[in-house]
């Protein structure tokens, strides 16, 4: 299935709001990450709100936007999957 992730910087620092189409289905997130996983990612001026679409579509590979939590810590899903960090790399050098 298709799926489109806007997304707008909220009021924190790395703070973003997600919003995911799935089909007809529209569901809301609020997603965070550290400094830390910007220095990981060894990209100069990375974009981050590209860095939050695409760590969005990485997660909708395992479960659909439905199945996703409201809040989101990018921290959680790197220290839960070790392939997170290398796979947004590629993405978001390719």
């Known amino acids: ?8 910087p909220l009021g924190g620092h790395h703070e973003y709001a997600a919003e995911v ?3 007809n289905q529209t569901t809301e997130h609020r997603v ?3 400094q830390d ?7 100069a001026d ?10 969005v579509k990485y997660m909708l590979q395992e479960v659909p936007s439905a199945g996703l939590p409201h809040d989101i810590d990018l921290e959680d899903v790197r220290s839960r999957d070790a392939g997170f960090v ?3 790399r590629a993405r978001l050098t390719s």
């Open 1 to 8: 299935m298709s799926e489109t992730v806007k997304v707008l």
């Open 21 to 23: 189409h799935e089909g």
């Open 32 to 34: 965070v990450f550290a």
């Open 37 to 43: 996983l910007l220095d990981d990612l060894v990209i």
């Open 46 to 55: 990375a974009d981050e709100s590209a860095l939050v679409v695409e760590a």
């Open 86 to 88: 290398p796979e947004l």
